[in-house]
């Protein structure tokens, strides 16, 4: 399984950017998918996951309501739209794929991309 993430790049504060997850290969039936990022010092965090049938959705507090995620099963393709952007977001964002139900933790997530970074400037 492979994972490709595109769309990052550098945005004020306040702005607008959308990641996309290209999944190829041959990922597990019935998959979830889900955004984990990572700022500099700081641990790997969860950001949002959803369930194969999208009746699982979970964010981190301090995304909720900014950040949306959402998929495209035939085009096996995951999406993160972020919104209302702070410096606090600045990380390199991962996309995931699990085989169980959606969670918050990143060892329940096999499948990881290579990341892309966001940088929200001031």
């Known amino acids: 399984v492979q994972l490709v993430e595109s769309g990052g790049g550098l945005v004020q504060a306040g702005g607008s950017l959308g990641l996309s997850c290209a999944v190829s290969g041959r990922p597990p039936t019935f998959y979830t998918m889900g955004w984990f990022r990572q700022a500099p010092g700081k641990e790997r965090e969860f950001v949002a996951a959803?369930?194969?049938?999208?009746?699982?959705?979970y964010y981190a507090d301090d995304v909720k309501g900014r950040f949306t995620i959402s998929r495209d099963i035939a085009k096996k393709t995951e999406y993160l739209q972020m919104n209302s952007l702070k410096l606090d977001d600045t990380a390199v964002y991962y996309c995931?794929?699990?085989?169980?139900?959606?969670?918050?933790?990143?060892?329940?997530?096999?499948?990881w991309g290579q990341g892309t970074q966001v940088t929200v400037s001031s």
């Open positions: 959803m369930s194969w049938s999208s009746n699982s959705i």
């Open positions: 995931v794929v699990g085989t169980i139900t959606a969670t918050m933790t990143s060892t329940d997530y096999p499948y």
